[in-house]
């Protein structure tokens, strides 16, 4: 359904010269066909949400700089990380634990056949 209505707006936009020539000097068809397509279609955009996910952060941050020491929240080193910014971090650093911990494993049976004390 998106894409049919992104086509009708290309179509649109490409066969009919005259409104071509009037977009063009506002910007372009091209802009406003870019633009159509981040509200129809938001996640082919990963730059944008990487960029909205800042943005959130950024305005999370002043709000709570506003409301000073009163409220609930405890202040922390992720307290300015979305829900899904703080899972991404929690699977990276998952993932870099198991990492270590078969690192280590191999490094102590290393040492082992090798008769060093740890």
């Given amino acids: 359904m998106r894409t049919v209505i ?3 707006a290309a179509v649109l ?3 009919s010269p005259a409104l071509a ?8 068809w091209g802009g406003a066909l ?12 990963p730059q944008d949400r990487n960029d909205r996910a800042v943005e959130d952060r ?3 941050r002043d709000s709570r700089r506003s409301e000073g020491s009163s409220g609930n929240r405890r ?3 992720y307290s300015d990380y979305s829900d ?3 899972r991404s971090q929690y699977d990276r650093l998952g993932e870099e634990q198991r990492q270590l911990r078969q690192n280590r494993r191999a490094i102590e049976d290393e040492m082992e056949r090798r008769g060093i004390n740890r």
């Avoid at 020539?21 to 372009?28: I, K, L």
């Avoid at 870019?34 to 955009?45: E, F, G, H």
């Fill in 6 to 8: 992104l086509a009708a």
């Fill in 13 to 15: 936009a490409l066969s």
């Fill in 21 to 28: 020539q009037t977009g063009q000097s506002q910007g372009g």
């Fill in 34 to 45: 870019d633009q159509l397509n981040r509200t129809v279609n938001p996640n082919a955009y």
């Fill in 58 to 60: 950024d305005a999370n």
């Fill in 75 to 77: 202040g922390n080193a």
């Fill in 84 to 86: 899904r910014d703080l």
